[in-house]
T-cell receptor, first 109, second 118 residues
Framework: QKEVEQNSGPLSVPEGAIASLNCTYS??????FFWYRQYSGKSPELIMF????GDKEDGRFTAQLNKASQYVSLLIRDSQPSDSATYLC?????????FGQGTRLTINP | GAGVSQSPRYKVTKRGQDVALRCDPI?????LYWYRQALGQGPEFLTY????????KSGLPNDRFSAERPEGSISTLTIQRTEQRDSAMYRC????????????????FGEGSRLTVL
């Protein structure tokens, strides 16, 4: 079992709709959870982090964490074509920050 | 510069040669990480440093890979006797705070060094 799992996609969403990205992790002791965005040919950049169970909102982005289910998600409201990118879930385990394989998201105008 | 700087940006080498990849983190950043990213995959952890101390090297694939950060700033990832399977994008990242198992902040990534082994 991979430490951090994501659906690789591609996920296609119409402009203006809600995009939902999901991630599961295997280490129950994980404390910190991150979402990075990576445009094609570019380096990853942080969008959001979350440490506590529940929801955390930042503009059009909402991160959701459920430690009991070992599940993290990212919601993007009012999706824009500029949101088209690969979204990487990262989980801080005991020793290192582990990334999932990423979900490729395409927003269709 | 203001960001994480990596060199060379592109490196083509023949199988069996040694390569050294350099990372210059953001000034003042304490922790430094090396990741490897294959096309279509997420970054794969290799190793990380707090200051000059290597904290975790569990991700280094084998003993041909080594990393150092002797003065707590610039780091070098060295791959000896390169093999074709070593071809990938090697990414360095830094963070302003030490990572003692409780990373709570952002990693700032460089643009990467793309290694191709022929």
């Amino acid at each position: 079992q991979k430490e951090v799992e994501q659906n690789s996609g591609p996920l296609s969403v119409p402009e203006g709709a809600i995009a939902s990205l999901n991630c599961t992790y295997s280490d129950r002791g994980s404390q910190s959870f991150f979402w990075y965005r990576q445009y094609s040919g570019k380096s990853p950049e942080l969008i959001m982090f979350i440490y506590s169970n529940g929801d955390k909102e930042d503009g059009r982005f909402t991160a959701q964490l459920n430690k009991a289910s070992q599940y993290v998600s990212l919601l993007i409201r009012d999706s824009q074509p500029s949101d088209s990118a690969t979204y990487l879930c990262a989980v801080r385990g005991a020793q290192k920050l582990v990334f999932g394989q990423g979900t490729r998201l395409t927003i269709n105008p | 510069g203001a960001g994480v700087s990596q060199s060379p940006r592109y490196k083509v080498t023949k199988r069996g040669q040694d390569v050294a990849l350099r990372c210059d983190p953001i000034s003042g950043h304490v922790s430094l990480y090396w990741y490897r990213q294959a096309l279509g995959q997420g970054p794969e952890f290799l190793t990380y440093f707090n200051y000059e101390a290597q904290q975790d090297k569990s991700g280094l694939p084998n003993d041909r890979f080594s990393a150092e950060r002797p003065e707590g700033s610039i780091s070098t990832l060295t791959i000896q006797r390169t093999e074709q399977r070593d071809s990938a994008m090697y990414r360095c990242a830094s963070s302003p705070q030490p990572d003692r198992g409780d990373l709570t902040g952002e990693l700032f990534f460089g643009e990467g060094s793309r290694l191709t082994v022929l």
